[in-house]
């Protein structure tokens, strides 16, 4: 018997294989889940980079235009500085609400979950593995 191995050895070895299998099938699979969540993710991604840019604009270029503004309102209307100033406010919070209302509206649209291709490869995966066994 030393060329032969036992009947008990080649179930355990044929297990341990398939085990194996089974384990570099998930690694696989989560690996396309990564990559189809990554290409899903691209029109939030656009979304979120709007919202960057409309922060940017808006920390860039605040300071020059409530100035100027309220400047130009205290001149022109017979109002206090401080009126001025909020109603500057006020149009400076409208344009930000609009503009991040319009990129989270983008983030929202973009379809990123549920990657319907890696659960529709994984539940494959799964009755083949149940088929296997049962006719094993």
């Known amino acids: 018997m030393s060329g032969e191995s036992a009947p008990g050895e080649s179930v355990i070895s044929l297990a341990r294989a398939l085990v194996q299998g089974m384990v570099a099938l998930a690694r696989l699979e989560l690996t396309r889940a990564r990559q189809e969540i990554w290409q899903m993710a691209a029109p939030a991604r656009t979304g979120a980079i709007l919202l960057l840019i409309a922060l940017a604009l808006a920390l860039g270029v605040l300071i ?8 130009l309102l205290d001149a022109l ?3 206090p500085g401080w009126a001025a100033a909020l109603i500057v406010m006020g ?3 409208l344009i930000a609400g609009l503009l991040g209302w319009a990129g989270v509206r983008r983030i929202f649209a ?3 979950w549920p990657p319907e291709e890696t659960i529709a ?3 494959e995966d799964v009755a083949w593995a ?3 066994l049962r006719r094993g």
């Open 91 to 93: 149009a400076l919070l």
């Open 64 to 71: 020059a235009i409530v100035v100027f503004l309220i400047l």
């Open 110 to 112: 973009a379809r990123v």
């Open 121 to 123: 490869a994984v539940k």
């Open 77 to 79: 209307l017979p109002v």
């Open 130 to 132: 149940r088929r296997l």
